[in-house]
């Protein structure tokens, strides 16, 4: 445990930050004001704890989301007040979706100080309930640690959860405080025979489909999967947005849930059953007039076998046990194709990402329009990780590579980024210059909101969609951002290509030398 | 009104949008996304409505904030679901705080589609009754237009407030939409004889001061304060951060209420009274060891005049009309002296923004620590307005400068920037860029979150507030962003400078050339 002054005499923060060490919480994405100015003073007192400034909270708490999930570990966040907890709302909310075990620290003013309304008074419990399984407001500097051993174990519980913790300046600036030793984690249910049963006979019938998402996406529960399509003959699919999916040479193939409702229901069309491995039952990311929002086809039964708050890959491991007891999975071969040279699309900028994809990398994949052809193609790139945009708020990317690169040190991170998304949390291309992290960022600058044209186009404006007053509000020309000049600002070297070979040369210049890299792709825009 | 198809088959986003531009709401900040797109797609029917398109939610509700105060009239956004209005709720806060009538469209899933919990699902009202005096989910798409015109109208009651309609997808594309007339705004409180009467008995006794704040800070309304304070020796301090003060030369001197506790005490030290005029009483902005919270000295009677949702000026003018009938208010003068040459700090800074200042210029003062040091400058500039930041949520100026600037085209627009700020929400400088605004800002690039290393200063932690791991929270330096670089990224003509000659020149060349220019003024942090 953290070695402090005499306990008596440490402050609050001191034995808060103090006791979120000894609890394994030892980094902390932070933006803070001066109602946060003891905790971040306690970093000088507290050296295992590891702050790193954002330039903005949402950066913070998209940064932490991906840490988590890379480590498997709790992350953390500090945060000013409501206003600081709403600029982080977004990614929370992605952390929410993706099961994310993420304490979210939130300064408050003073508890004497509340009755003042003064003008960074607001209703932050309100704010915290909308992303949060647990909210606490620290009444007492004597219990300050012990409340937030608490909320480190109640990240973990429900499969993993957002716990806000809110932290009166005066609960933060006192002494009395003393360190509180770890909770225990909560665990992952373990799998029920009864439900490996019923998930047995649905494999062993033909047609069957498993649907693989949250906890089910590890190597070894991918591995799992792969002997039970190999000896059943089921198809496996992976939910549209994964927290983090172990795929790549080597893997079992599996596709991706498409996002479009129609072309989800396609994929999933005449299926026999559909096993639920860490996924939900499939939904249509929107509604849409005369399109159904349950994704599963008529006919087909739905059997869960683990949830996101289950053992998933225990699940998994006891149902090949039973289906497939000497089957081997099928591993994609390591072959990514060379792309097409000349003037650059999305086929052959995602084929140049897999191409070149190093060893046991982190792909974020903020790809939106071009991320259904980048899936496949990756399919058979070097061994990966891929992480997804789990609740579809955007201006997840730059953060999630960020928070990643921070949890893998030594693991290259890859960036495939669209414009419009970047645009919202961009600022954190600065902390990865900072903490000089491994990250290559290729942002696809389409110079659009290219898959709110296809919305709109859905809704039957035709043509309007490229043009006019309503085209307008979709498209990013007029100016168009020069992502070069924006990397630059912000202190990551960048190059701008507009052909296949161009790419091939930058992908190559970022990878050999340290530190971040943005590498701007001129494409059209699909759609 | 606005024409429409047959009233029969409108869709129930061109009722909404036609039902707002009656009710004279006709610019929408926005960022859309998938469930707006039918209100994206009303902006070529109903070409009355001006779509200005933002590329975060906290800059279209910072800009929607700042249209709001200097039209006078409610403003909008359209938002899309509970991350996009979590982005905005930083400059939803502002407004709140400076009573801004704005009007917060929020799309939502379609009705039918609530039950799936798609990854977009949240709660919405949650978040939105934090930073809303009115909150209402449309239900049918008969009502939409009525539900609109009554959000409207919301917005303008207590003085002005922040009103949220919730926009389910299926109620904007469904047809059965119909026009809804504008329903009237809620009118301010006229002045009560017996807080007039209380005033005057108030302000007679040497040593009063006036408090100026929120409404009473107009022309009309400081002429009035101008003319009981020659008359009466009553001293004139406008409330810290101000939502739109009329100032410069021509108009009364009047001091502004100092930021930090300690130094707001000592200015309102032995004071008879306090007359609040559209103020509140004042509080710290926050809560520090053994500092009270509570601004009013011992010994001080407080007295209310006005508050926020009444009419100030005519409050002032009844005063005025008692105790100064005859008095002539002393105006300042037009005397900005010349700033000192050679390398820049904060005072040359503000004295060459107040020597080249354009009259009518709408000055937009996020300029934290530097801000000391502004107001006073500006005292006896050309005749101006100056709008702050309201609630401390930082990351409005740059928003507010775009709101301002369409709000309106024949006025000037200067902001005078802090860094770590303006990092918050850079983003609007792209739409300054496409909407061709002229907006100069003025980018004090001190490398730090000043303001916090005086706080962290105050903590006790000394000298750490400038080095160690605690003092690398608070630095913005190792990379120093580079804002020639990113205003350059975003489509706008900057310059950096390191003299006062440099920034005069920088001025001079913004002023003359149409659009947006960014002058990054490289100074050295106080404190």
Redesign the interface.
């Known amino acids: 445990m953290v070695r402090l002054r005499r306990a008596r005499c440490v402050r609050g923060a001191e034995a808060l930050v103090g006791s979120l060490v000894g609890a394994g919480v030892d980094v902390c994405f932070?933006n803070?004001?001066?109602?946060e100015?003891?905790f971040?003073?306690?970093?000088?007192s507290v050296?295992e704890m590891r702050?790193v400034?954002t330039?903005?909270e949402?950066v913070a708490t998209g940064a932490a989301d991906a840490h988590a999930r890379i480590t498997g570990r709790p992350a953390a966040v500090l945060l000013h007040l409501?206003?600081?907890l709403?600029?982080?709302?977004?990614n929370l909310?992605n952390a929410r979706?993706a099961g994310t075990p993420l304490l979210c620290v939130v300064g408050a003013?003073?508890t004497?100080?509340v009755h003042?309304?003064?003008?960074?008074q607001?209703?932050i419990t309100?704010?915290a309930?909308?992303?949060s399984g647990w909210v606490h407001t620290c009444g007492h500097t004597r219990d300050v640690a012990d409340d937030a051993v608490r909320a480190v174990a109640a990240t973990t519980e429900h499969g993993g959860q957002v716990a806000t913790l809110v932290l009166p300046?005066?609960v933060s600036?006192s002494e009395g405080g003393a360190l509180a030793p770890a909770l225990p984690a909560a665990l992952p249910v373990p799998p029920a025979s009864s439900r490996v049963a019923a998930a047995a006979k649905a494999v062993r019938e033909p047609g069957a489909v498993i649907l693989l998402g949250g906890p089910a996406l590890t190597a070894a529960a991918m591995d799992a999967a792969g002997r039970i399509a190999a000896a059943t003959g089921a198809r496996l699919i992976v939910e549209t947005?994964p927290r983090l999916w172990d795929t790549g040479a080597g893997r079992p193939r599996a596709d991706k849930l498409a996002y479009f409702a129609e072309e989800a229901l396609a994929q999933l069309e005449g299926a026999s059953s559909l096993v639920l491995a860490g996924a939900r039952a499939p939904?249509?990311?929107?509604?849409?007039?005369g399109v159904p929002?349950?994704l599963v086809p008529d006919g087909t039964a739905v059997v869960g076998l683990a949830d996101a708050a289950s053992d998933a890959a225990a699940a998994l491991e006891a149902l090949a046990a039973e289906v497939a007891p000497d089957a081997v999975a099928e591993p994609a071969p390591h072959d990514a194709p060379e792309p097409a040279p000349g003037p650059l699309d999305v086929a052959s900028l995602c084929a140049a990402v897999a191409a070149t994809l190093p060893e046991g990398a982190i792909v974020i994949d903020e790809a939106l329009t071009a991320g259904a052809l980048l899936a496949p193609a990756l399919q058979t790139a070097a061994p990966h990780a891929q992480l997804a945009l789990?609740?579809?708020?955007i201006?997840q990317g730059p953060p999630a590579a960020l928070g990643a690169a921070i949890a893998a040190p030594d693991r290259p991170v890859v960036a495939v980024q669209a414009d419009?998304s970047a645009?919202?949390t961009?600022?954190a291309l600065?902390t990865q210059?900072?903490e000089q992290l491994d990250v290559t960022t290729v942002l696809i600058n389409n110079s659009a909101y290219a898959?709110?044209r296809v919305?709109?186009a859905?809704?039957g404006?035709g043509e309007?969609a490229h043009s006019?007053?309503?085209g307008?509000?979709?498209t990013?020309a007029?100016?168009?951002?020069?992502?070069?000049?924006?990397a630059?600002?912000?202190?990551v070297p960048a190059r701008r290509v507009e052909t296949t070979e161009e790419l091939l040369d930058a992908l190559r210049w970022a990878q050999a030398e340290p530190g971040p890299h943005l590498v701007e792709a001129i494409v059209p825009a699909l759609g």
């Open positions: 932070m803070p004001g001066t109602s100015m003891h971040v003073q306690a970093l000088d050296p702050g400034l330039l903005f949402g409501g206003p600081g709403g600029n982080g709302i977004a909310h979706r003013h003073a004497d100080h003042h309304d003064a003008p960074l607001s209703d309100a704010l309930g909308a992303v300046a005066d600036w947005f939904v249509s990311f929107f509604g849409y007039p929002g349950d789990t609740g579809g708020a201006g419009g645009l919202y961009l600022q600065w210059a900072r898959i709110l919305e709109l859905r809704t404006a309007a006019g007053r309503a307008r509000m979709l990013l007029d100016p168009t951002p020069d992502f070069v000049a924006l630059t600002g912000y202190g």
